[in-house]
């Protein structure tokens, strides 16, 4: 449900430290309403806050929200906000995914490396050479300046 366009306007509010509810301006819950005509049945949710809880009115009944994180709170001295009423009259489930599960893991990583091998996933990641470059690449992940996962090689 990312959309380039999206994702730069994100990152160039970054860098210009608006800190405002941005979201609606840049057309995100317009754009997902229009990609999900009829809801939303599962998110993998690892930002909270606002965006999540635009996804959260979009998910249909007996629903599954997966959460990773909440990225959007990191710095936030309060609690994550979002409407969890919602979630329980709509019979959704929603499980945390922050703590590895070993028995469920094994099965899924040996799955994503085959479907990796034959070409039918794909991933990016932003490699940053060398162990003295870690504070330019957490930076950089910070800014936004990463595509997928950031990686430094020592």
Known sequence: MDSPRYSENLRIIRLMKQNRRLHT???????????????????????????????????????RILVCGAISGYNSSGD????????????????????????????????????IKEGKMKYSE???EGFDNIFKAFVDMLKGGNVGKAVVKA
């Not at 754009?31 to 949710?45: M, Q, S």
């Not at 009115?57 to 629903?63: A, F, I, L, V």
């Open 25 to 63: 301006r840049l057309g995100f819950e317009k754009e997902l309403k229009k990609v999900t005509p009829k809801g939303v049945d599962c998110y993998f949710d690892n930002v909270g806050g606002e965006i999540s809880n635009v996804v959260m009115e979009r998910m249909n009944q007996y629903g």
């Open 80 to 115: 994550v906000k979002g409407d969890w009423r919602r979630a329980l009259r709509r019979r959704q489930t929603i499980e945390d995914r922050g703590v590895r599960r070993k028995e469920m893991d094994g099965p899924g990583i040996e799955q994503n490396k085959k479907w």
């Open 126 to 128: 932003t490699m940053t």
